[in-house]
């Protein structure tokens, strides 16, 4: 749905190859004047060692041009999403709340 509508959502991206088969994707669109939100950025499980940074780098090489800040996708408390986004040495964190009905 949201590749059929990215025209409208303003969604932009990218699909990285190697030996012509597609090993990663990134895509975004930007949510406000000086941010840019990563929507999805996953990789095949036997793609290249480093190819989520190298993807992740082209996509804000191609549309990060004019943001000051990149809104990474959440990493669900996932030890391994948890340590990649810190090794990207964040300027700040947004707190995530989570509403539970009683």
């Known amino acids: 749905l949201a590749l059929q509508e990215r ?9 990285l190859y190697a030996n012509s088969q597609p090993v990663c994707v990134f895509a975004g669109f930007p949510i406000s004047e000086d941010t840019i939100d990563i929507l999805i950025g996953k990789n095949c499980p036997d793609a290249p060692k480093g190819i989520t940074y190298y993807g992740l780098r082209e996509y804000l090489k191609t549309y990060g041009n004019g943001y000051m800040y990149c809104n990474h996708e959440e990493d669900l408390g996932i030890p391994g999403i948890r340590q990649m986004k810190n090794s990207l040495f ?9 509403a539970v009905l009683k």
């Open 7 to 15: 025209e409208f959502l303003d969604i932009s991206g990218i699909i």
């Open 90 to 98: 964040p300027v700040f964190k947004i707190p995530i709340w989570e």
